[in-house]
């Protein structure tokens, strides 16, 4: 295998070209949008067809869950050669996917349909606050509405969510968690230590990794994880988001995929998950990993680039996109040799950085 295409034009797919190229592998990506073919980092489309797709790419992975119904990225992601494509039958719907952890007795959020507008009542009842979520198509807090216990669920468009939607019980956590791991073709496995996450309006702010105090817990995320990988037949990297609660793990969403909060894994790991997905499919020994201590990934949400970033501690990586109000355009890493040390970096990317980070920041550092 020399050649593996990504299913996606977006930057995680970009992000793996570049690692493939050190192991002189090609990753080409395919955008479904505009139809057209973006060979290696290059930002020229091209034309290709099913055909030539057949000839070229022996291995083809995603960047992202959801596709068009139609068209050459619906046939490629339902091909045997997408090794994502058990994933995609069932990740991107939350009842497949919920299902899916019930039948693997998989601990998650209490959750029902939404069948009927009436649902969403009786889900209050039982559950007391709840979040609704839309089957598909959400993401970064769209297509996700919180009603807290006794509030007025006016907000939530119930009638039109009716047979297209889950209703949750509101999860009162301690913390949210995310471990990130590869399984390759043989079944072999490797993980990342869980990462502490924070966000803000549903959308991912901040990231410290490793967490602190989870010799019990990383054990059990490597565990759920595995698991999960291997009821799909699952090849490259995977993400799972946990609620934790008492001292215990609640699955609250997986992605088949590089993850947003693996991205401290550029600067803070030996190999990051771009390299490892790659190494994964490209059937490369899965060997240990090594963390170069405490590290941070801030998220840089609809914001241009200021040159002064380059001035702070830790490494920029932009995106090259439109700026827009709530949409991620880059981020940035930070890594140090102390906790403290961290902390102190993080302080000067205090104006990037919602109001509260130091009580995050204080609230996991005080579990060191």
């Known amino acids: 295998m020399n050649r593996v295409l990504v299913l996606g034009g977006g930057q995680l797919g970009l992000m793996m070209a570049e690692p493939a190229a050190r192991l002189g592998l090609v990753v080409d990506r395919y955008d479904p949008e505009r139809a057209m073919l973006l060979p290696g980092t290059s930002d020229l489309p091209v034309p290709v067809t099913w055909e030539q797709c057949l000839e070229r790419y ?19 992601a339902g091909s045997d050669r997408c090794v994502a494509r058990g994933a995609l039958a069932v990740i991107p719907d939350r009842y497949d996917q919920k299902s899916m952890l019930d039948r693997l007795h998989i601990a998650t959020a209490p959750w029902r349909t939404l069948d009927q507008a009436e649902d969403l009542a009786a889900a209050m009842a039982e559950f007391g606050g709840v979040v609704v979520k839309a089957r598909s198509g959400g993401y ?13 669920p006016g907000a939530v468009p119930a009638s039109e969510l009716a047979g297209r939607a889950i209703v949750e019980r509101k999860i009162p956590f301690r913390r949210e968690l995310s471990i990130v791991g590869a399984r390759n073709p043989a079944g072999d496995t490797l993980f990342y230590p869980l990462t502490r996450n924070w966000h803000v309006d549903g959308i991912l702010r901040l990231s410290l990794a490793p967490a602190q105090a989870c010799a019990d817990l990383q054990p059990r995320a490597e565990e759920t994880l595995r698991r999960i990988m291997e009821e799909l037949d699952y090849a490259g990297v995977m993400a799972v988001e946990f609620f934790e609660v008492d001292g215990e793990l609640l699955v609250n969403e997986i992605a088949p995929r590089v993850h947003n909060s693996g991205h401290w894994t550029h600067e803070g790991a030996d190999w990051s998950q771009f390299d490892l997905h790659v190494h994964a499919l490209a059937g490369v020994p899965l060997h240990s990993l090594n963390v170069r201590g405490p590290s941070a990934m801030i998220n840089l949400i609809g914001t241009p680039f200021d040159q002064a970033w380059l001035q702070h501690p830790g490494v ?10 709530g949409r991620k355009v880059g981020h940035a890493n930070l890594t140090a040799t102390s906790l403290d040390g961290l902390r102190e970096g993080l302080r000067a990317w205090a104006d990037v950085l919602p109001e509260g980070f130091e009580a995050v920041l204080d609230s996991e550092l005080s579990l060191g």
């Open 58 to 76: 022996p291995v083809i992975t995603v960047e992202r869950e959801a596709f068009p119904e139609a068209g050459l990225s619906a046939r490629l």
């Open 140 to 152: 970064d807090g769209r297509g996700t509405w919180i009603v807290g216990d006794g509030d007025d």
């Open 316 to 325: 920029v990586h932009w995106y090259g996109k439109e700026v827009r109000p």
